[in-house]
């Protein structure tokens, strides 16, 4: 019996739609993460992107569990000499809600050349309005 081994011409993806509700960033990530790398399938290829898109509403009404709320800080540098700089969970929903879904989706990505284009495939929007009905996604429960 031969190995199947897919390729890049031959994968169809699909459109996925994850509300993030109420839902545990942790959780979803790794759901949104395991899509996007395409591990739900049974045509899975590890140096193949084989994922399907995913799109993620509701991203400012994520929850996060324990402490993490007041805890977590998002650090970003700006390459001189003490250009560093912190932003809270609750400041970062309340200005960029999007980045807290993609920084933890990314960081459950394999870190490669593949994992650029397969952050590509997940569009995330901090309200319940995306503009991708016309792909018809198929609502993931968490």
């Known amino acids: 019996m031969k190995t199947f081994l897919a390729k890049k011409e031959t994968v169809r993806p699909k459109w996925y739609l994850i509300d993030a509700d109420g839902a545990v960033l942790g959780r979803l990530a790794v759901k949104a993460a395991n899509i996007i790398r395409g591990r739900h399938k049974a045509s899975y290829t590890p140096n193949v992107d084989t994922g399907d898109y995913v799109v993620v509403i509701n991203a400012a009404k994520v929850a996060l569990t324990g402490k993490k709320e007041e805890r977590n800080e998002y650090m970003s540098f700006s390459g001189y000499v003490g250009g560093e700089s912190y932003r809270s969970v609750p400041a970062m929903r ?3 809600p999007e980045f807290i879904i993609r920084h933890a989706v990314k960081g459950m990505l394999p870190k ?3 994992a650029a284009s397969m952050l590509t495939k997940l569009r ?6 995306h503009g991708h009905a016309a792909q018809n996604p198929e609502k993931i429960t968490l």
């Open 112 to 114: 490669n050349r593949i």
């Open 94 to 96: 309340g200005q960029n």
């Open 124 to 129: 995330v929007f901090p309200g319940a309005e």
